[in-house]
């Protein structure tokens, strides 16, 4: 018998052949959850959040691009034009009403010049019409006359008398009731017509402030305030002194410099008022 199947592999016939070279080992426990390396380009075995993270910022800024186009609406939008809007229409509305009202008061010259030429009404009935229309302060008015100018105080005032607290901003802007004071205080003193800046006042006019700027018949203005009366200038400023209201913004004046101004100007033409006069009010709902 021969002892080559007892020998190791020589390559000789009798030897058992060697394995095929194209079957694959059987992989390892440990080689079947090895992690991949990055370095070998491999990635398709882990998971990278850094992929989720690009994808919501592109995903955010989309977003943002889009509200920002949306808000805009074709305007510049990095810029403070859109909070001048407001007040430049206000402004602009202002404006507008005063060119109306010059409009209005024409148009009624030439009507009421219309009516006189051929209205067929007696003398005594146009000497009424005529009262009426200057007590309703919409004919001008010509006389002696004082102007009274109220103004805020700097922002950076203090209290220029002792005992005095230390000013609240409230304490250095004109307010409605300075305004309604003077005008009160002037119908007092036997004022036959009064304007306010460049408006004349009648029965139907209410002086309102909203913060810091006065709204007259549908058209704003901004300090100082001048108030004009034609009346008999001695008895309009013993007026003032004596109207309680402003003996307290007196004290204001001389505390924390809040602006006061009185001065005669002879002999003066108020201009009639030239708005509207119709009423305007409420009506229940049906």
């Not at 080992?25 to 959850?33: K, T, W």
């Not at 006359?145 to 304490?171: C, F, H, R, S």
């Not at 007259?216 to 400023?237: F, M, N, T, W």
Request: charged share 20%.
């Amino acid at each position: 018998m021969s002892n080559s199947a007892d020998s190791p592999r020589t390559g000789t016939t009798g030897s058992a052949p060697d394995p095929a070279p194209d079957s694959a080992p059987e992989p390892s426990p440990a080689a079947s959850r090895a992690v991949p390396d990055p370095a070998s380009g491999d990635r398709r075995g882990g998971f990278r959040p850094v992929r989720v993270l690009t994808v919501g910022v592109f995903a955010l800024a989309g977003l943002l691009f889009f509200t920002s186009f949306t808000t805009a609406k074709g305007t510049n939008i990095r810029t403070d034009a859109s909070l001048l809007k407001l007040s430049d229409l206000i402004q602009e509305r202002s404006q507008k009403n005063g060119e109306l009202d010059e409009t209005n008061g024409a148009l009624r010259d030439d009507v009421e010049s219309l009516a006189e030429a051929d209205d067929g009404s007696t003398r005594a009935q146009d000497d009424k019409l005529a009262g009426l229309e200057k007590n309703a302060g919409t004919q001008k008015v010509k006389g002696r006359a004082i102007t009274v100018t109220l103004n805020d105080a700097p922002p950076d005032a203090t209290a220029k008398l002792p005992g005095y607290p230390e000013p609240q901003p409230d304490y250095l802007v004109i307010h409605q009731q300075d305004l309604q004071a003077v005008v009160n205080a002037l119908w007092q003193g036997g004022a036959q017509g009064i304007k306010v800046m460049d408006q004349r006042l009648i029965s139907t006019s209410a002086v309102r402030c909203v913060g810091n700027t006065l709204i007259l018949q549908g058209r704003v203005y901004s300090p100082p305030y001048k108030i004009q009366a034609v009346g008999d200038p001695e008895k309009l400023q013993q007026a003032l002194a004596e109207a309680p209201s402003i003996q307290n913004y007196m004290v204001y004046v001389n505390v924390y410099g809040l602006g006061w101004k009185v001065t005669e100007d002879g002999t003066v033409t108020l201009p009639g008022y030239s708005g509207t006069v119709d009423l305007h009010y409420a009506k229940p709902v049906e």
